[in-house]
């Protein structure tokens, strides 16, 4: 499973909103037997970074943006993994 673009508004940060959809996000993979769930994030987003490590995702690659302006600032992607087998 691929979780793409989860985001809280800032307004309601800090109250575990994120740490619920995570979780939510999780227990649907489980439940429909995925092995794994992967997202990336921007080098930027520390706060992301910070929650994907308490929820238990792994740092899996790192790699600079693949395009002009991404080799250019050194815009780096960090792609987590969260592994799914044998966690029923």
Sequence with gaps: LALKR???????RGMG??????RTALAFARQRGCRAVVLNTLMLQHEA??????????RHRH??????????????????????????
């Excluded at 989860?6 to 309601?12: E, I």
């Excluded at 909103?17 to 995570?22: D, N, V």
């Excluded at 970074?49 to 792994?58: C, D, K, S």
């Excluded at 790699?63 to 029923?88: E, F, K, M, S």
């Design 6 to 12: 989860m985001s809280v508004r800032k307004d309601y």
């Design 17 to 22: 909103i994120a740490t619920a959809l995570g």
């Design 49 to 58: 970074h910070a929650l994907y490590e308490r929820l238990g995702f792994r």
């Design 63 to 88: 790699y600079i943006l693949p395009t002009a302006y991404g080799r250019l600032a050194n815009c780096t992607i960090t792609t987590y993994r969260y592994d799914l087998c044998g966690t029923r």
